[in-house]
């Protein structure tokens, strides 16, 4: 089946955001404890954190690590995870049935983060929290000496300030499974006073308000519009959050993406509508704040414990692909998403997964996320796509394979993310550059398979990982490729001067 791209270099759509790449750490299962941090390990460093997990996540330049939750963060107390760990409490996490421990806090956190090479995204408690909890947490944070927070950090061993400049403001407070679950009205209101208090904390922070947990919520995108309705001068970003999981279609789970799109499309039109509404200048930004693939419906009951083994997906190259299909879609709406955190990071639903006291491997998910935080920075391109190869399932008929071009200025290169998502057919593909004037293609790589079930592990932690493919060149600048059926694919051109 045959498919024509042409790339148009004015054709632009937006810069894409380095915080495009960034992820999730949650007190949840084991992706703080026996996750990221393991003292006693052998790779573990003087602060316990694992030096293995640190080196895989520093592969995938990731911009910003939101933390602590994640529904966690509704029942959390920031002040029981801070001064000396003997006299931290041991507490009930009652979001996940879990003991927790207080071992990491936001101190530790804040270093393990300069270690892996990325920032902070902090989250301030809208459940049990009060206005007041959110402000005092920026300013033992950020604020730099002086006052009884600022001193207490200092006290505590951080002179300098962690500096945080971005605040979720609660999480998922739409959700009746959040603690302390708010009406959009209340969570409104709650959300533009503690916005108010933070900001007049730290001025130089920025805001991320609660949007819709899914779009699958009914009270989507009401929720939104009420939210923005009470905190639009205020606050920075809104967040959306959306899982898929396999539900026995593969063609439809493949195609998941269409859902997504649509999200956040309805987000934006949610947003300008209250700009209008407010007769406002600014144009609000999309932080996608919870992305990934999630097998939710396998989520079971377990009894009271430190670090249970909860929502450990493993990720097949099936799920892979479906997961390429998002991160397609968030590049191409760079214009307005200039957040978006894959969840999570580190066991949980995560990219990176570690067995205590033996060693971490990658799942499948790694290796298009590292394609997409590598080379999808510049400006994105919106490509002319002409195909015959469609398919039609839940989003009606509909092109099974799909584009994501980047324009890297500076390093005078192309890339073109293409994802397959017909199983049985490849596409036969010319890529048009001519308006490029003379470019050569530099690399191409295709992460693909038979066996679309295969999963790493770590016994077998190369049954599925990118490989190299040679490029292949032309004298006119169109250049055909075969993408081959249920495959993901990089393709980087020079542009030669
Ligand atoms: O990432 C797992 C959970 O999904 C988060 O805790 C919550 O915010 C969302 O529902």
Not at 210 to 234: F, K, N, Q
Not at 288 to 305: A, G
């Amino acid at each position: 089946m045959k498919t024509k791209v042409t790339i148009v270099k004015d054709f632009t759509k937006g810069k894409v955001d380095d915080k495009l790449f960034s992820s999730f750490i949650e007190h949840l299962g084991r992706a703080v404890y026996t996750g990221i941090y393991e003292p006693g390990h052998s790779t573990s460093d003087e602060q316990g954190f694992r030096k293995d997990v640190i080196e895989l996540v520093k592969d995938l330049r990731v911009g910003l690590v939101r933390y602590p939750g994640g529904n966690f963060l509704s029942g959390y107390n920031w002040k029981d995870g801070i001064g000396p760990r003997e006299s931290r409490p041991v507490r009930l996490d009652r979001a996940w049935h879990t003991i927790e421990t207080n071992q990491i806090g936001i101190d530790e956190f804040a270093d393990w983060a300069k270690k892996a090479g990325t920032e902070v995204m902090a989250a301030v408690n809208m459940g049990t929290g009060t206005i007041q909890d959110a402000a005092d947490m920026v300013e033992y944070c950020n604020y730099p000496s002086g006052t009884a927070w600022s001193d207490l950090r200092i006290k505590n061993g951080h002179k300098e300030p962690h500096k945080i400049k971005y605040w979720c403001v609660g999480n998922e407070m739409d959700g009746p499974w959040q603690i302390c679950h708010l009406d959009a009205v209340d969570y409104g209101k709650k959300a533009r006073e503690a916005i108010k208090l933070m900001k007049w904390t730290d001025e130089s922070i920025q805001t991320i308000v609660c949007g819709s947990a899914s779009s699958s919520m009914p009270t989507y995108p009401e929720w939104d519009r009420i939210v923005l309705e009470h905190t639009y001068d205020l606050a920075d970003f809104i967040s959306i959050h959306r899982y898929f999981e396999n539900k026995g279609d593969d063609d439809d789970f493949l195609a998941s993406f269409y859902d997504m799109e649509q999200f956040i499309k309805t987000s934006c039109a949610t947003c300008d509508y209250v700009k209008a509404l407010k007769r406002s200048k600014k144009e609000m930004m999309l932080s996608f704040d919870e992305w990934n693939i999630w097998y939710q419906s396998k989520l079971e009951p377990h009894p009271w414990m430190t670090e249970p083994r909860i929502l450990e997906d493993h990720y097949s190259l099936l799920d892979a692909l479906a997961f390429s299909g998002m991160a397609i879609t968030l590049l191409n709406h760079a214009d307005r998403v200039k957040v978006a955190c894959l969840a999570q990071l580190v066991n949980v639903i995560a990219p990176v997964f570690t067995e205590p006291g033996k060693g971490a491997y990658k799942q499948s998910i790694y290796f298009p996320f590292r394609d997409v935080s590598l080379y999808g920075r510049g400006t994105v391109l919106t490509p002319i796509v002409r195909t015959e190869n469609k398919l039609t399932q839940a989003y009606g008929e509909v092109p099974a394979v799909i584009f994501s071009t980047i324009y890297n200025e500076e390093n005078e290169e192309v890339t073109v993310f293409a994802l397959n998502t017909n199983k049985n057919e490849s596409s036969e593909t010319q890529i048009d550059l001519s308006s490029f004037g003379k470019t050569q293609m530099i690399m191409r790589t295709e992460l693909s398979g038979k066996d679309l079930g295969a999963k790493n592990s770590l016994e077998n932690p190369d049954a599925i990982k990118t490989v190299e493919i040679s490029p292949v060149q032309s004298d006119n600048n169109i250049y055909d490729v075969n993408l081959n059926a249920a495959s993901w694919n990089v393709l980087r051109f020079k542009i030669c001067k």
